[in-house]
């Protein structure tokens, strides 16, 4: 059983900078997705257990990166110039294997979820 655990949200301003940091008891690939009112958890970010792999959104590519500190077994996700549609519940998530991955399907240990607000 692996173990996922989030922290870090919390209530910034528009083009602020925030970083949220996922515990993970095991060795596997990591993802983040986000999650709105009324909708489903829409991808963000993966990053390989290798870490020889990082895959973004569209939305979030050049302004949030995903990084592991392997000594630790956290993983980051650094947001910055954020926006007000960056606000919801996000979940780190982590799958069996070692490959990134945008399908959400194949994450199988998921966090409580931690809220980012970007306030206008």
């Known amino acids: 059983q692996v173990t996922v655990e989030e922290s870090g949200g919390g209530l910034v301003q528009i083009g602020a900078s925030l970083r949220l940091s996922c515990a993970i008891s095991?060795?596997?690939?990591t993802g983040w997705f986000r999650q709105t009112p009324g909708k489903g958890r829409d991808f963000v970010a993966s990053l390989s257990w290798t870490d020889h792999e990082a895959l973004y959104a569209d939305s979030v590519k050049g302004r949030f990166t995903i990084s592991r500190d392997n000594d630790e077994n956290v993983v980051y996700l650094e947001m910055n110039s954020l926006r007000p549609d960056d606000t919801g519940v996000y979940y780190c998530?982590?799958?069996?294997?070692?490959?990134?991955?945008?399908?959400?399907?194949?994450?199988?240990?998921w966090g409580q979820g931690t809220q980012v607000t970007v306030s206008s």
């Open positions: 095991g060795r596997t690939a």
């Open positions: 998530a982590a799958k069996r294997g070692f490959e990134a991955t945008t399908e959400i399907g194949e994450y199988d240990y």
